[in-house]
């Protein structure tokens, strides 16, 4: 199946710090961009942090300063420096991956099955 694999959640005690990698399960012909969203219980999925194969890179505001978002091309894996976590971190953080699976077929959206993210006071 070609889906991103995500790891490196758990939980962590607030201003303590988590490090998430996400790698696509098999090799595809481009990518575009890496990135990472999250879901909270009950609110929308919203985009955390993305790199495009330029490495340029955009957070949302809440996260700026905190979280570092990297990738390495020649391994394909796209690495979440979360620091200073707070308690309103605490989600399932989703990989997504931007790209295309063989050359010349349209770009699409790959996202994985998610990874816990738990922040305690």
């Known amino acids: 199946q070609v889906q991103p694999v995500e790891s490196g959640g758990g939980l962590v005690q607030a201003g303590g710090s988590l490090r998430l990698s996400c790698a696509m399960s098999?090799?595809?012909?481009?990518?575009?961009?890496m990135g990472w969203y999250r879901q909270a219980p009950g609110k929308q999925r919203e985009l955390v942090a993305q790199?495009?194969?330029?490495?340029?890179?955009n957070y949302t505001g809440s996260v700026k300063g905190r979280f570092t978002i990297s990738r390495d091309n020649a391994k394909g894996t796209v690495y979440l420096q979360m620091n200073s976590l707070k308690t309103e971190d605490t989600a399932v953080y989703y990989c997504?991956?931007?790209?295309?699976?063989?050359?010349?077929?349209?770009?699409?959206?790959?996202w994985g099955q998610g990874t816990q993210v738990t922040v305690s006071s």
């Open positions: 997504n991956v931007r790209g295309r699976r063989t050359y010349g077929r349209a770009v699409e959206d790959y």
């Open positions: 098999v090799n595809i012909f481009s990518i575009t961009a």
């Open positions: 790199i495009t194969s330029g490495g340029v890179t």
